[in-house]
């Protein structure tokens, strides 16, 4: 009796599910499914699928082989699902993915040895308390931060992700977990049991209270501010070296002649008069607001009082709030690449400027300058607007600022490329749902969007299938307080919490 016990706590969580043709056929679909569960090419349902199965597999087979198989396909299919989307060479970018998948299988490998120690309901909440650690945890210490959440699979679901104003990804991804171990614990004891019945019936009150929840808010708290027309823009694809002999590199360590240096301000320039100029046909329109993409226009950082002056007579003159997303080059810094938005107001006053708080790693981390990483805000006709860029928007902690700040409208200057288009964008969008505020981002090279603080699409413009590139939206003026910008990630902690609480049952079982 002794050895049949260990047997099958080494082997199976349940007596009723063997390893077989049905196991190894669980793990195909899994990986084929996984391969279109997150990334660029997204189909939502696969992201519910994929974690069931994989789930079952790995609950069936013997530990030895069922976990380093499962790491395997996790981390293939990871690597797979965000090709190109991770500014590293090939052999750092598998390195990277093996890693992920390493991190993925956590969640699995916590579920294969607890979740047998315990019955009913609690077995089912193993899975989804460890992968909402997981999650947390890579969110929390991770470069890239909440990439690779199964909370952003959802993005078109308004009604499920409406729950990110209460738990942020947490509660979305917990509920794809927890349908995994659900499914599986139905599977397993599909004879019928009552605690088996009644593990599943919770979880589809629970589910049907959260989309219940998520309709109303949509349809009964929609935003019914007067809204403001803002234009964003993106500058016209050019060279910036055109006619010269020299390089970005160059630039950058001050290692560029006189005349090619002459030839770039001509360029630069002329970057600025397009933008201007398309400018004042918005203003003409009817737009309030304008801002351009995110490093749209290098100068070097002697010249930088010339733009911000024309920028300054264009305000006052027009009578418009401004923004200019300039890329500075200080060849006098240790790292010479200032990434900011100066807002100047209708007076023509400096009323912020905000430096991106959170490079790419990479690169970009190796030469640009950071400043103090706060959010910056300011109160205008047109409610309180702030500002952040591109990459900030992937740290949901770093965005908890502008719930604090009660922020209005969030002008957000982006530059990504193909391989992240619109992916990007759609993560931005739990950013808004998370701390209450109407957003646009103006990507250049990528997809550009405006929505307002319950993740509706307002307007959307990409960068590669149309030739003008003038994003123009019309913004609420009024966002809302949210319950995850009062509590944060509590939601996380009770997770965490409630998985330490069922490792220590499951340990005295």
């Avoid at 290098?298 to 264009?314: A, D, L, N, V």
Wanted: charged fraction near 15%; include cysteine.
């Amino acid at each position: 009796m002794k050895t049949d016990t260990k047997l099958n706590n080494e082997n199976t969580p349940s007596t009723t599910n063997r390893p077989g043709l049905f196991s190894w056929l669980s793990l195909l679909l899994s990986a084929l499914f996984l391969l279109v569960a997150s990334g660029r090419h997204t189909v939502p349902i696969a992201a519910w699928v994929s974690l069931l199965l994989m789930l079952n597999f790995v609950r069936s087979q013997p530990k030895k082989t069922g976990l380093p198989v499962a790491w395997l396909v996790l981390f293939l299919t990871w690597a797979f699902q965000l090709r190109g989307q991770a500014p590293l060479p090939g052999f750092f970018y598998y390195v990277l993915s093996a890693t992920y998948g390493l991190i993925l299988l956590l969640p699995f490998l916590a579920d294969r040895f607890f979740a047998a120690k315990l019955k009913g309901i609690s077995a089912t909440l193993v899975f989804p308390t460890s992968w909402v650690f997981m999650e947390w945890l890579v969110a929390s210490f991770a470069p890239y931060t909440s990439w690779g959440s199964m909370a952003y699979t959802q993005h078109e679901n308004l009604v499920l992700i409406q729950l990110a104003a209460v738990t942020g990804l947490f509660g979305i991804s917990f509920l794809i977990a927890w349908f995994a171990s659900v499914g599986c614990q139905v599977w397993e004891e599909r004879s019928g049991g009552l605690s088996t019945q009644r593990g599943a019936m919770v979880f589809a009150v629970v589910f049907v209270l959260v989309l219940l929840g998520g309709g109303i808010r949509l349809v009964l708290f929609a935003p019914n501010a007067p809204t403001v027309r803002i234009a964003s823009l993106t500058e016209p694809d050019y060279d910036p070296f055109a006619g010269t002999g020299g390089s970005a590199a160059g630039v950058y360590t001050d290692e560029i002649s006189p005349n090619d240096m002459a030839t770039y301000r001509t360029n630069a320039q002329a970057v600025m008069d397009d933008l201007l100029a398309r400018a004042e046909l918005e203003i003409q329109a009817g737009a309030r607001i304008i801002f351009w993409g995110e490093a749209n226009g290098f100068c070097m950082k002697e010249h930088e009082p010339e733009i911000i002056e024309r920028g300054i007579q264009f305000a006052k003159k027009h009578e418009i709030y401004l923004g200019l997303s300039p890329a500075v080059i200080n060849t006098a810094a240790r790292r010479p690449f200032e990434n900011k938005i100066i807002l100047i107001n209708p007076q023509g006053e400096i009323e912020y400027e905000y430096w991106k708080g959170n490079p790419v790693p990479g690169g970009e981390a190796a030469i640009q300058a950071v400043s103090d990483m706060l959010v910056k805000h300011v109160d205008s006709p047109y409610g309180r607007l702030g500002s952040a860029i591109c990459f900030d928007m992937d740290f949901p902690g770093y965005l908890s600022q502008c719930g604090k700040q009660k922020i209005d409208i969030m002008l957000v200057p982006s530059n990504d490329w193909r391989e992240i288009d619109p992916w990007h964008s759609h993560m931005a969008r739990f950013r808004a749902i998370e701390q209450g505020f109407n957003m646009v981002r103006h990507v250049s090279k990528g997809f550009s969007i405006a929505t307002d603080y319950q993740g509706r699409v307002l307007a959307s413009m990409d960068h590669y299938v149309t030739a003008e590139r003038n994003l123009v939206s019309h913004v609420p003026t009024k966002g809302v307080n949210t319950v995850y910008s009062k509590v944060g990630d509590l939601f996380s902690w009770v997770c965490i919490a409630g998985f330490v609480c069922l490792v220590i049952w499951g340990r005295r079982n």
